[in-house]
T-cell receptor
Framework: DAGVIQSPRHEVTEMGQEVTLRCKPI?????LFWYRQTMMRGLELLIY????????DSGMPEDRFSAKMPNASFSTLKIQPSEPRDSAVYFC???????????FGPGTRLTVT | AQTVTQSQPEMSVQEAETVTLSCTYD???????LFWYKQPPSRQMILVIR??????QNATENRFSVNFQKAAKSFSLKISDSQLGDTAMYFC???????????FGTGTRLQVTL
């Protein structure tokens, strides 16, 4: 299996621009998670989906962030408009039923100038 | 809410030696899962080991083993025969129920030296 695939790997954008991060989970996994990693806040969950349905979006910072999972093999995280404080590494992870191990993608390093 | 604490920001160990990384957590749940993840400089998050709270037996994966003390809410990771490739950040993580979010500690940076 190819593992969790994320694109792009690096993104540099200017403040105010829209940013879209993409994730393809491992085939057969039914849960998908978006995490953000920063020096200040560490690793924190933004949102997760079970069977394409959002279950917990309490970690989404504000209305500028939105996430979708239109089908079992694709998810997007969108930031509009982006701000410098959104600069971070964004990870996507997926898991199947038992043994509930989450496998992470390589991450997207986002820099907003 | 669950919290995970890693009290050792940095540690160093010589190659071939053994090192133990500490992790404590706070929860009112009785059934949960604990994990250790490794993040090398490539920033890839790699699952190292998993422990189910209902199991008394400590998990082992090759050179990696855990000491799980449920009553003390402690979950330490022992790395035996340390190798240069073990140099990384190590994160302890808690999951309170099946297929739910991971709550991470702040990490321990491990340096393996010659």
């Amino acid at each position: 299996d190819a593992g969790v695939i994320q694109s792009p790997r690096h993104e540099v954008t200017e403040m105010g621009q829209e940013v879209t991060l993409r994730c393809k989970p491992i085939s057969g996994h039914n849960s998908l998670f978006w995490y953000r990693q920063t020096m200040m806040r560490g690793l924190e969950l933004l949102i997760y989906f079970n069977n394409n349905v959002p279950i917990d979006d309490s970690g989404m910072p504000e209305d500028r962030f939105s996430a979708k999972m239109p089908n079992a093999s694709f998810s997007t995280l969108k930031i509009q408009p982006s701000e410098p404080r959104d600069s971070a590494v964004y990870f996507c992870a997926s898991t199947s039923k038992w043994p509930y191990e989450q496998y992470f993608g390589p991450g997207t390093r986002l820099t907003v100038t | 809410a669950q919290t995970v604490t890693q009290s050792q920001p940095e540690m160093s160990v010589q190659e071939a030696e053994t090192v133990t990384l500490s992790c404590t957590y706070d929860t009112s749940e009785s059934n949960y899962y604990l994990f250790w993840y490794k993040q090398p400089p490539s920033r890839q998050m790699i699952l190292v080991i998993r422990q189910e709270a209902y199991k008394q037996q400590n998990a082992t994966e090759n050179r990696f083993s855990v000491n799980f003390q449920k009553a003390a809410k402690s979950f330490s990771l022992k790395i035996s025969d340390s190798q240069l490739g073990d140099t990384a950040m190590y994160f302890c993580a808690f999951m309170k129920e099946t297929a739910s979010k991971l709550t991470f500690g702040t990490g321990t940076r491990l340096q393996v030296t010659l």
